[in-house]
Structure formats: C-alpha cells, structure tokens
C-alpha cells in the first residue's frame, strides 16, 4: 500500500489501520462501509483526511462532503451534491434509474415514489459510475437531511461485492445511522502517553501546575489539549477542575480565538457558520447586505491568518476548530442570528436553502411564507419523502394567521408521523393543534389521528365505539372519504384488541351505512378485521365476485390480508405476489417489508415453506432497515415460527425473545400470534402439557381481546398436543374448543378450518370408528401439505396402538415424506424415529443441498429461474447487481452445478418433486 501524503494522527494506530483495512479492500474488488463516531474534538475529522490522502494516493477516487444544519431539513439536498460530480455516467443504467436520479436532482424525471427506490438508483450509480474504485466520505454525517441519510444507510449496507467504500463520520448523539447496524469505529480518548506527548507539541513549557490540569480536564480529548491552555489564567477559566462541561469550556476556548478579530470579518464568519454549505461568494454577499458595506476576500483571509478557517479548494469555509462556529452563534444572539439568516436568504442560489433561511428568519405570522413551507412540504412528499415534509408544515403552521389552516398543517404532520412509524412525533404535534378545533369535522380529524396513535397514549373519545359514531356523523356532515378513513381505522382497532360482539356487530352495520362498492378493498377489509368469523360467508362471496387483479398494490395488500382472514390462502398468495411485484416496481422497502409479512403467514398456511422463510426473512430484514418498528414483532414472529419449523430452535428462541419484548405492550391479536406461535413450537416438540396450555386460551371466544384467527392456526397442534397429554378430560376439553370455532364460523367456515375439525374429530374423537373417521379427514381435496402430513402421522400412530403395523408402516413412510418435502426436520425427525421402531432403514433429505442454501439465495435461485438477469434480480431484491453475482459464485459450488441454466433447471426439478 502506498504511504498516505499526510502522517496519521498521533496515538490512533488502532483506528488508522481500521481505515486502511477499508481501503485496502477496494484494492481486492471488494467494498464495505464503516462509521467512526465520537464526541466533539476527539478526531474524526483529522482520521477521515488521513483516510483521504490514503486513497488518493492509491489512485482510488474521493467523493467528499460534509452535513449542514442548513440543509438538514431540505430533502435530498447532501445527495444532491454528492451524486452529482457522477452524473456524467448516467447512460450506462437502465432508464428507470435515470429518471428516479433526474428526479432528486430536479432535472425534469418523473416523481420519485419512494426514498428506497431513490436509494436503490444511487447504489446503481455508485457501482457504475467509475470503472476503478471509489470512496465516498461524508463528514457532520448527524447534520444529513434525513431521506439522504436513510439512502446512504441503506447504500451502507449492501457494497460487499463492489469496489466502493462509505465512510461516515458523526456525532454519538442524534447520530442518523445509529439503528443502521454498520461496522462502526467508536474514537476513545487518546492514551495518558500520547496526551501528554500531544500537548507538549502544542504547548510547550507549559507550567507543571497547569499542565497537570490540562491533562485532567481534557481526558484525553485532541481538541481540548489544544485548546484549553488558551484560556489557562484568564476569568473564564473555572476555578474548579470539571465544574463546567468540557464542551462548554472548549466553546468558550474556541471564541477566544474570535476575540482579536475585526467585526467584518466576525460578521462574514456568522453567516459562515450560519450556512456550512455556502461558498465564498454566498457568505461575502451576504455579510455585505448584512453590514451595508463592501466586502472583499481580505475579511476572510484574516480568519484564516488566525487558524479560525480554512478555505477548501471549493470555494467553502472550513472551521480549523468544530466549536468555533457554535461559538459564533451562541454570541450573536436570538436577534443577530434572525438578521443573517436573513441576509443569506437573499443570496443563496438553492430556493430550498433560501426557504430554510427564511423560516429560521421569521418572529410572527406570515401566511405567505407559510404557504411556501407547505409547498416545500408538498414537494417532499411528491419526491417520496414524506417524513422530510412534517418540519416544513410544523414551521407552516406556526406562521399561519388563520387557527383554521393553524390546525390543517398540524394534522397533516401528525397523519405524515403516523404513516412513518413515528407516533412519539405525532403525539406530540398533536398535543400543539387547539382547542376547540375550529369546526367540528377537524376535531373529528384530530380524534381519528388521536386512535392511531400506539396503546401507551389511549384517548377516552377515540374508542371503538367512538370512532364508529364519529364516522357515522363525518358521512351526515358530507365528508365521506373522512368517514371511510376513521371506519377503517376502528377496523384495525377490532383487529388488534377485538372487543365484544355489540361492538363489532356495530361496525359491521356502520360500514355498510358508508357509501362504497361492495367489492372495494377498504369495504371488504373492514368487515374482515371486525368480524373474521360473523362475515366468513360474505366476504367469501363478494370475494367470488371481484373482477381480475388488484388496481394497484395498496388494495392488492387489503385484499391479501382479507383472503389470509378467511383462510383462503391460495387466493392470498397469488394477490399477495402481485403487489409485491408493484410495491418494489415502485422501490417501497418499508411497504415490502410490511407486506412480506404477511406472506410469510400466508404461505407457510398454504403449505409453501421455502417461500414462507425467504419471505420471513426478507421481512425482518427490510422492516429493521425500514425502521418500521410497528411491524417488526409480527415479522420476528413470523421468522420464529419458520426457524421451529425448519429445526433451528435455538434461533427460534432468540427471535421469540426479542418479539416478547416487543408486544408485552403491545395488541392483544399480537400477543395472540406470539402465544400460538410458542404452543405450536411445545407441540412439535412434543411438549403436550405446555402446548395445551399456551394453546387453549386462544378458543376463549367470549373473552374480550381474544381473534379467533389466531385459533384458525393453533387448532390442529392443540389436537394433536391434547391427545398426547393421555388425559381424556384435556382431550374432549380441546374437542369441545375447536368444535365451538367452526360453529361459529357456520356452514361456510373457511376450508381450513373445516379440515382442522376433522382433523380433531379423528384425533381426539372416541375409539369406536376412528379409523373412519381419519379416512374421511385425509380424503379432503383441499387438505394441505403440512396438514396432511400431520394426519398422516397421528393416523400412524393410532394403527399403532390397534398393532396395525403394515398400514402404520405406509402412513408413517407417507408422512415423513411430506414432512422432508417441506423441510420440516422436528418431525420428520419424529416419523423416522417411529419407523425406526418398526425396522424401517433411514431416509435422508430430499434436497439437502437446496438446505445449504441462505433464505437470499434461494429468493435469488428463484428469480434465476424466471428468467430475470443479475440488474432485475438486484432490483427487486434491493441489491447491486454485483452482489447478486457474487451471491450466484457461492452458490454453484452448494448446489454442484456451474451455469444459470442448470440452476434453473436444479430449481424447477425441486418445484415438481
């Protein structure tokens, strides 16, 4: 590796050859990311130059770029400026990236639908647009706009097979990418060694005394053994070693160096320090609007003759110390600060910069200001951010004059929080709207976003029952998208805390008041979560009735939760599949995530297990990266279901874990699904008694809080954990549970359930015509894989116990193969065992080398045999198409083959066994 023009920083030989490790990837191909954070002054900054000239001196190009608290609130602005210097190597990507790029840019592309496919272009461009390596380095990573932060981090997360290196740097506190699960080099204090050696270099001769003190208060921190001796013997300085925070002291050390400067060019540093991302000439035009006289380099040219700036070959300001431009600001004053964001607000080239300054300028109402903050807002959203439109409504509604337009911002805000997973901020804008509202179908608004919010802030006006009644008079006042809004989300209230039956009989009754088609998704999803049993018939015929695909993927996602409710799963399945091909046409990961979910539900239902983990998989991860934490305990529990299924229950258990920690809080339905989760794990473990007592709880029907559709799932292991208890009274207790469900549920219960109740009558049904029984379960035509195996088994067992060895042997033989074809290994393990008994030799996996497979390789197995190349499988799957190459060279040697073609063909065989 070539030498770096610059020497490292003293006593940081462990953080430098971390850095260097990075680098010296990309000599290999490879790329990576890292995140160095640390306090103020304790030398991110000095590592990341260090780390530049490395590069450079390597041949390897740097992009560099810094956060601003200006642009912090200004969608896209960082990315901007860092994609555009690789702009010139647009034509090499596919035209759908071209626009997405065009779009943030503001180069006339088409509206960008959501920040993930914007984070998915720019990893297109990075990986493309140099044919040597490349690192990209962002300093004041805590200052990012948030949407650019949130696609650096998912860009972050995916250069392992691409000549590109990120290195970030950031605060601790506040810090964007905190969540983001990166590599991260945390800077520890320097050593008591090379303190002292660093602080005699910059201050030699210092009193004995005095360097005592410094060495202590500085704990090792660069800037403070810089810095604090500057102020040693002066008032400021405190008496007493540690009665100021360090940070305060090294401010005020900072200004201390501001002290001898002329007020021009203190002036022209304030608008500096105001706007980190403006150039000279923004910051000399504006200290002259701001002074009324001329200025010239020479104003910023003393700073730099003090060591308080830097001028970079850009044009920029650099402050020489991170505290001085703090420093500035905090003695100019409230006044003196709304005076220069008020003189860059007329120079600035970026009218999104030029808003900012203006908001942060403006003492009272200005309504049409106001006006431009909600289309700034409005832009957002149209580029696929709305989370970066709540700060510019919350400044809109703060200038607006009218308390009418006061509250529309607010609400919008609070709605935008809400959509984002982020109901702590809606709370609290909500908290800001008046009272009273200032006519009554805003207060309804506000009541509506008041249920959303999440269980720990619970509003006495927006219960159920409320909200059906709030409904019904937003329909009689006019506003009949408001009634459908506040009706559904009362549907989601009796979905997750399902109350008694007066009350869902009432919502089912107001949702047919509202004046929709009866085949509308939102109509359906309604009646669906208020009462999955009551409307099982209903919704099943007006399902019939629905005429071809989902319009677009949101009623495609309602129409896969309502088909998963009433159990027909191969209908859910095939709309489920169609908007997820829609949301990620659109680049919606958080949307993937939640959806994906539910499919793994879905599928693992309808018996498809390997789609059922790659699924789980897949959403846990997108729901974590997303941040969507509102999802993330049905998607861990979902994986947790597929790790017992597959075996791994040590994984199982970790997941269970976390999910617990998750919902103890949380819905009751949630609850539910994690307590099914854990009797139908007791049950393959053979555990009955616990499986029995975990499961039986969710057939409490007429108990407030209990879905029954959690009980559609554990009813076949709560029959089959019962009949192994060997206690007649838990067996007919169970039969009589699972016998009430499917009354319930009436003459046209979902096919599944009726095939649970067969399955019960057989297994927990009277000696006298069992066997009957069992053959009349096992010739459904819509029995499913999983549950015909299950059958299979308990049939097997029971000709055991009649000493019927010839056909248990064949009942076991079929059952341990449908449980290996499902890669169920607990009980095929189980089936073995028991034909083991019975002399039967072994018979191992049917595709042990598709179970080597990763749950992304086999997705990406998959997708090969479509027929889609590298770039069409890296989109959908939210990958560069460089790693899905280096995804496929792992794979050939799992599978023992060396082409696309034969992994097609490995993997269609695998569908037909």
């Known amino acids: 590796m070539t030498t770096a023009p610059i020497s490292p920083p003293p006593g940081r030989t462990a953080e430098t050859d971390r850095l260097s490790a990075l680098i010296d990837h990309l000599d290999d191909g490879g790329g990576g990311a890292l995140l160095v954070r640390g306090g103020t002054g304790i030398g991110k900054t000095s590592l990341l130059a260090w780390a530049v000239g490395l590069a450079g001196g390597c041949g390897v190009r740097v992009l560099t770029m810094r956060g601003s608290d200006a642009e912090r609130d200004v969608p896209y602005a960082a990315l901007r400026r860092l994609v555009s210097p690789l702009m010139a190597g647009l034509d090499q990507l596919p035209p759908r990236t071209i626009g997405t790029l065009c779009a943030v840019l503001e180069r006339g592309g088409p509206t960008v639908p959501d920040v993930f496919a914007t984070a998915q272009a720019t990893l297109e461009l990075l990986t493309v647009a140099e044919d040597g390596p490349l690192l990209v380095v962002v300093d004041d990573a805590h200052a990012l706009d948030g949407p650019t932060a949130q696609v650096l981090g998912f860009v972050a997360r995916r250069l392992d097979a691409d000549p590109v290196a990120l290195l970030l740097a950031g605060r601790s506190p506040g810090e964007p990418f905190a969540l983001a699960g990166l590599p991260t080099l945390t800077v520890p204090p320097l050593r008591p060694a090379d303190a002292a050696a660093l602080l005699d270099a910059h201050h030699p001769g210092l009193h004995p005394a005095a360097r005592e003190a410094v060495l202590h208060d500085a704990a090792g921190n660069p800037l403070a053994l810089r810095e604090l001796p500057t102020v040693l013997g002066d008032d400021r300085w405190p008496p007493d070693p540690g009665a100021l925070p360090l940070d305060v002291r090294l401010e005020r050390a900072s200004a201390r160096r501001l002290d001898g400067l002329d007020p021009l060019t203190r002036a022209a540093l304030l608008a500096a320090a105001s706007d980190t991302r403006a150039d000279t000439g923004e910051v000399l035009l504006a200290t002259a609007r701001l002074t009324g006289v001329a200025v010239g380099d020479d104003a910023l040219a003393t700073a730099v003759a003090a060591g308080v700036i830097d001028l970079d070959a850009d044009g920029h300001v650099r402050f020489s110390h991170p505290l001085a431009a703090s420093a500035l600001r905090s003695q100019a004053g409230p006044t003196r600060r709304r005076e220069v964001h008020r003189a860059l607000a007329e120079v600035v080239g970026d009218p999104h910069v030029r808003l900012a300054h203006l908001s942060a300028a403006a003492v009272g109402p200005d309504d049409d200001l106001a006006d431009r903050l909600a289309e700034q807002a409005r832009r957002s959203r149209g580029l696929g951010v709305p989370d970066a439109a709540v700060m510019p409504l919350l400044r809109s509604a703060r200038l607006c004059a009218d308390p009418a337009r006061r509250a529309d911002r607010l609400l919008e805000a609070a709605e935008i929080a809400l959509d984002g997973g982020r109901p702590a901020l809606a709370g609290r804008v909500l908290d800001d709207v008046a009272e009273p509202a200032p006519d009554r179908l805003t207060e309804i608004r506000g009541l509506r976003l008041r249920a959303r919010l999440d269980g720990s802030r619970p509003d006495p006006r927006t219960g159920t029952a409320e909200l059906i009644g709030l409904a019904d008079e937003a329909r009689e006042l006019g506003d009949d998208a408001l009634a459908v809004a506040v009706l559904a989300v009362a549907a989601q209230r009796c979905w997750w805390s399902y109350p008694d039956e007066a009350t869902r009989a009432a919502l089912v009754a107001a949702a047919h008041r509202l004046p929709l088609d009866p085949l509308d998704p939102r109509m359906l999803a309604m009646l669906a979560q208020a009462a999955p049993l009551e409307c099982n018939a209903e919704i099943r015929r007006r399902l019939g009735r629905r005429p071809g695909a989902a319009p677009d993927p949101e009623s495609g996602a309602l129409l896969g939760l309502v088909d998963y409710v009433v159990a027909d799963y191969a209908a859910a ?237 064949s009942a076991l033989r079929r059952a341990h193969a449908g449980f290996e074809a499902l890669g169920n290994g607990p009980l095929a393990t189980v089936a073995a065992a028991e034909l083991a008994r019975l002399g039967e030799p072994g018979v191992g996996p049917r595709h042990p080398a598709w179970q080597r497979l990763t749950t992304q390789e086999a997705q990406i197995a998959r997708l090969v045999a479509d027929g889609l190349t590298n770039r069409e499988i890296g989109g959908r799957l939210f990958l560069s198409h460089r790693t899905v190459g280096s995804h496929l060279y792992r794979m050939f040697p799992k599978l023992g083959i060396s082409s696309r073609v034969e992994l097609a063909r490995f993997v269609l065989g695998l569908d037909g066994a």
């Open 573 to 809: 399945s095939a709309v489920l599949a169609q908007a997820d091909a829609g949301l990620r046409a659109q680049g919606r990961l958080a949307s993937v995530g939640a959806l994906q979910t539910l499919r793994a539900f879905t599928e693992v239902d309808r018996g498809a297990w390997d789609t059922a983990a790659e699924s789980a998989a897949e959403a846990l991860r997108l729901v974590r990266e997303s941040g969507r934490e509102d999802w993330l305990g049905d998607a861990l529990i979902a994986a947790a279901l597929l790790a017992d299924l597959y075996g791994d229950t040590d994984r199982a258990a970790s997941l269970d874990a976390e999910a617990e920690e998750l919902v103890r809080d949380g819905h009751d339905t949630t609850r539910g699904m994690l307590r099914c989760s854990r009797g139908i794990r007791a049950a393959h473990r053979g555990h009955a008694q616990e499986a029995t007592t975990l499961l039986g709880p969710l057939f409490d029907l007429d108990v407030p809080g209990v879905n029954p559709r959690n009980a559609f799932c554990g009813a076949i292991p709560l029959a089959d954990a019962a009949a192994h208890t060997g206690d007649p009274g838990t067996a007919w207790w169970a039969l009589a549970r699972i016998r009430d469900l499917v009354a319930r549920a009436g003459p046209d219960a979902p096919p599944g359930l009726l095939a649970a109740a067969d399955h019960a009558e057989a297994v927990l049904g009277p000696e006298d015509g069992a066997d009957g029984r069992f053959v009349t379960a096992l010739g459904r035509a819509d029995l499913r894989p999983f549950d015909r195996a299950r059958l299979e088994l308990a049939h097997a067992r029971r000709l055991l116990r009649d000493g019927r060895t010839g056909r248990a042997r």
